[in-house]
């Protein structure tokens, strides 16, 4: 157990010298009983008003804003947001303090642009689930799915997120930020969900305007990456009623020398075997599934909408079983709750006995948004660890250099031990030939 209690620790620094031990935090006590209930309940629960502009009626609305969806180290992720409609500006309730889906927001002096402006007007979507404990779903027009990330930090060029907002609302995510861009408070992340519009059409627009399938740079012939995933969960409730990433994944696999991964904490992925093994037939596909801690309760705590993980270890095995290529992110380690000694060897043993072909893990990363709500957490169910978090989290998003490195290394171990491969889309060696991308280099020469 680490010695922080008793010794108080300096102030956080990038560059302090931290014991040798990996585990920094001392383990505290699990609560008696795990935190069962969903996101808190919306006050007032109802349709939401669709809040439009003079002479402008939902239907109307054509003019769609692009969403970014990258990860925290995708640069330019606001500024794409708000710039994708740059001649629309326009006032939701002209003349009068307007309530942005239940929250209010700003004068009419100061409208509302681009997908703050498009979330506000975004019209409320019929849903069969008749549990008090739902979210509010939204139907967001948006003009863009296939959105790029420009950043050498994450291993791939293009994101799709068919949702904006996750369900599983778990404590650590640091998507929330995402929801700022709307005009709403982050904590609002797994209570108002944004169905975005016409997905197949959209992205196969996309895919024909910007993909390239051969990446800038890349003289083995790779193919640009698209990750499915990185900022909502594509297997959140939602996608029983809307099938977003349904007919995403659909759209991709008529297509061929693609490179594709996904990711996500839902078994409900399964239930796209079919189409999933058409996209690995005809492109580079890798599934990924987030598992951060074997125990259920633990997992309740942090996940408190999400699939437990046996049911998630499950899925690996029929992914598996169904010649897909499967790995798993134990993402984030949680500094003094999933970082015990042998808890993440666990974890890596049970994947990869179900068939995980990978596995990575990297330490909790909080941005301000997520921060406002991880941290009162913290200090309601683990109060012995929020001073430590405070001193480590209250400057920056991340856990101290030393800390990091010392997990990196016990992660690269559990990897030799077990035989973990990196993942496919970080190696990816043979040439991926395009017709399409053929024809259009000859027409350019």
């Given amino acids: 157990m680490s010695s922080f209690l008793s010794n108080p620790a300096p102030a956080v620094s990038n560059r302090r010298r931290l014991a040798s031990q990996p585990q920094l935090f001392p383990v505290g006590p699990q609560p008696t009983e795990p935190n069962m209930h969903g996101p808190k309940q919306v006050a007032g629960r109802g349709p939401a008003p669709i809040a439009i502009g003079p002479g402008e009626s939902a239907s109307q ?3 769609h804003a692009g969403a970014t969806g990258c990860p925290p180290p995708c640069s330019g992720a606001a500024t794409a947001s708000a710039s994708a409609e740059p001649a629309a500006v326009a006032r939701c309730g002209e003349g009068e303090k307007t309530h942005h889906h239940g929250i209010q927001v700003r004068d009419a002096e ?6 703050a402006r498009l979330a506000a007007c975004s019209p409320s979507a019929e849903s069969g689930r008749k549990s008090e404990q739902r979210p509010e779903y939204f139907f967001l027009p948006v003009r863009s799915i296939l959105n790029k990330c420009d950043s050498n930090r994450v291993p791939f060029e293009w994101t799709i997120n068919p949702y904006r907002g996750c369900e599983f609302a778990c404590k650590y995510c640091y998507a929330r930020y995402t929801h700022e861009y709307m005009e709403l408070d982050g904590s609002e992340f797994e209570r108002k969900i944004f169905v975005k519009q016409h997905p197949a059409e959209l992205l196969a627009r996309d895919v024909e305007r910007k993909y390239s399938y051969q990446r800038a740079g890349a003289e083995d012939g790779r193919p640009e990456h698209i990750a499915i995933g990185t900022a909502t969960d594509p297997y959140q409730p939602a996608e029983k009623e809307y099938k977003v990433t349904r007919a995403c994944l659909e759209e991709l696999a008529k297509r061929e020398g693609l490179s594709v991964s996904v990711i996500t904490k839902s078994n409900q992925i399964v239930r796209d075997i079919d189409v999933l093994q058409r996209i690995a037939a005809r492109s580079e596909l890798s599934l990924n599934i987030t598992v951060t801690t074997l125990r259920t309760r633990l997992a309740r705590l942090l996940e408190p909408r999400a699939p437990r993980p046996d049911l998630r270890i499950e899925a690996i095995r029929q992914l598996k079983a169904a010649g897909l290529r499967v790995g798993v992110s134990a993402s ?21 006995e179900a068939g995980a072909e990978w596995f990575f893990s990297g330490v909790l990363f909080l941005m301000p948004s997520s921060a406002k709500t991880f941290l009162p957490f913290i200090r309601e169910k683990f109060p012995k660890l929020a001073r430590q978090y405070e001193q480590w989290y209250s400057r920056n998003g991340y856990a101290p250099e030393e800390y990091r490195r010392k997990i990196a290394e016990r992660v690269a171990k559990i990897r030799v031990k077990h035989g973990f491969h990196t993942r496919p889309f970080e190696e990816l060696q043979r040439r991926v030939q395009s017709p399409q991308l053929s024809l259009a280099w000859n027409t350019a020469a």
């Avoid at 100061?110 to 997908?115: M, Y």
């Avoid at 984030?332 to 990869?352: F, M, N, Y």
């Fill in 61 to 63: 609305m054509n003019v």
């Fill in 110 to 115: 100061a409208p509302l642009v681009g997908i």
């Fill in 332 to 352: 984030p380690l949680i500094p003094g709750i999933t970082d015990r000694e042998g808890d993440l060897e666990e974890v890596a043993a049970a994947v990869k």
